[in-house]
């Protein structure tokens, strides 16, 4: 092979790296652009719903005259249910309540779920054996039963079931980031810094909650969805804020009887869940994505 046929060898094969390296760098920007989307979508939902106060264009728990399943028209936009309630006033405030909810439980997860798991990754022994012991114990229990047991012993309200749902949730952040801790404790950085006598608490402070951090971000914005959905569910049978609170369950539960009469009843806060709980599902797989920088 004579040195102008290795050049074109070469420089074919140059050729050949440098447009697969422009179709990978394409592919990861288009889903860079739709992890950004999805996050913005939320952020949208988000601002919506906190702004419900404002964009209501009536009161949510006061009935709208003498219009009672009225279709969509200018003065109500989604119609009115069978009270004579704005549906789209209510949907507009029970989004707010089930993203306020979620942003709740999501914390107190976080915060007692979030020290368990700390506790136990870092201190190997007795006490990480009986702290993961007890978040088993939780774990092995069925989540919806005991949320639904534990709202109704309190009594149907919006705190019973912020109360019900959050016993059963601190678990999974438990095990999560007590794998993490685990994982970390392990390299070699912490035990040069065990063995040059670093404090425990600075080992923790430096070291392991900047470790888990991102782990615990990404797994609170996937939760978003679900816990929008366990919520509903409970108002949906009647162990949230009883009538006339702005739920989307209660609502779509509330409507069911008129579907076939006024579809829009029921169906709007149905869809509003199922919006919700896409976008959050969406969103937290970019974060996921992001955080990690792609590769």
Known sequence: MTTADLTVTAGGGTGRAARRWARVTAVRHRALGVDLLAVGLLAVIVLVALAAPVLAPHS??????????????????????????????????????????????????????????????????????????????????????????????????????????????????????????????????????RLAGTPWGQRVTRHLLPGVRSTIVVAASLDVGGLVVALSGLSFIGLSSPAPAPELGAMAAQGMAYLLQAWWVPIFPGLAVLVIALAANLAGDGVRDLLRGRG
């Open 60 to 193: 949510p728990v006061l009935r709208s005259g003498e219009a009672f399943l009225a279709p969509g028209s200018p003065g109500h936009l989604l119609g009115t249910d069978a009270l004579g309630y704005d549906v789209l006033s209510r949907l507009l405030y029970g989004m707010r309540s089930s993203l306020l909810a979620a942003a709740v439980v999501i914390t107190s997860g976080v915060l007692i779920g979030g020290l368990v798991g700390l506790l136990a990754g870092a201190l190997p022994g007795w006490v990480d054996s009986l702290l993961m012991r007890t978040t088993d114990l939780f774990l092995a229990l069925p989540g919806l039963v005991i949320a639904m047991a534990v709202a109704a012993a309190l009594g149907a309200s919006f705190t019973s079931a912020l109360v019900g749902v959050a016993v059963v949730w601190w678990p999974l952040y438990a095990r999560l980031v007590r794998g993490e801790v685990r994982a970390l404790a392990a390299r070699p950085h912490l035990e040069a810094a």
